[in-house]
T-cell receptor, first 112, second 113 residues
Framework: AQSVTQLDSHVSVSEGTPVLLRCNYS??????LFWYVQHPNKGLQLLLK??????LVKGINGFEAEFKKSETSFHLTKPSAHMSDAAEYFC??????????FGSGTRLLVRP | NAGVTQTPKFRILKIGQSMTLQCTQD?????MYWYRQDPGMGLKLIYY???????DKGEVPNGYNVSRSTTEDFPLRLELAAPSQTSVYFC????????????FGSGTRLTVV
């Protein structure tokens, strides 16, 4: 069965420092991959998506992710964290029947 | 443009009661989905629909029912509520098969006591 693994349940960074949220997927084909963000008591918002085009994907709010097939990874990065980035982040894979498979989430804490 | 609208935002049910979670979208999306999110977990698919009149089970359908009489609306029915159904419920929709991403509602927080 396909699965998505987010390697850190919590990540804490200082404001202005880089953010790295790690994600590994399992798939035997070229998948569609997404990162969603969920702010407290809010719905999920799409940050960015990878659908077999450029391997470096740019999203909203300065986030980007790199698809690495050899490592089956799709890590999310941002050069400089802002206090408003504090939220839960989900790495998501679309399976062969077009359903979404969610990772368990990474909670990002940004320290002033 | 409202996107995906869910009502109510919060609800407390007693064991054995029933209720319907409402979901409506105004983007003319054919595909609609219901997910539940338990603490510390990702979302799990309950039911989905690929168009009016067509629904299918997801990963965790037991205890729930859905209907899709129009393109816009996709209500989720809980019959005989149980504590295990305490969760946050999200409705989502997508254009076609969703490769461009889903649009999510803001969620319904349900507590069964």
């Amino acid at each position: 069965a396909q699965s998505v693994t987010q390697l850190d349940s919590h990540v804490s960074v200082s404001e202005g420092t880089p953010v790295l949220l790690r994600c590994n997927y399992s798939s035997s084909y070229s998948p569609s991959l997404f990162w969603y963000v969920q702010h407290p008591n809010k719905g999920l918002q799409l940050l960015l998506k990878y659908t077999s085009a450029a391997t470096l994907v740019k999203g909203i709010n300065g986030f980007e992710a790199e698809f690495k097939k050899s490592e089956t990874s799709f890590h999310l990065t941002k050069p400089s964290a802002h206090m408003s980035d504090a939220a839960e982040y989900f790495c998501v894979q679309m399976d062969s029947s077009y359903k979404l498979i969610f990772g368990s989430g990474t909670r990002l804490l940004v320290r002033p | 443009n409202a996107g995906v609208t869910q009502t109510p935002k919060f609800r407390i049910l007693k064991i054995g009661q029933s209720m319907t979670l409402q979901c409506t979208q105004d983007m003319n999306h054919n595909y609609m989905y219901w997910y539940r999110q338990d603490p510390g977990m990702g979302l799990k698919l309950i039911y989905y629909s690929v168009g009016a009149g067509i629904t299918d089970k997801g990963e965790v359908p037991n205890g729930y029912n859905v209907s899709r009489s129009t393109t816009e609306d996709f209500p989720l029915r809980l019959e005989l509520a149980a504590p295990s159904q305490t969760s946050v419920y999200f409705c989502a929709s997508s254009y076609s098969k969703g490769r461009e991403g889903y649009t999510f509602g803001s969620g319904t927080r349900l507590t069964v006591v």
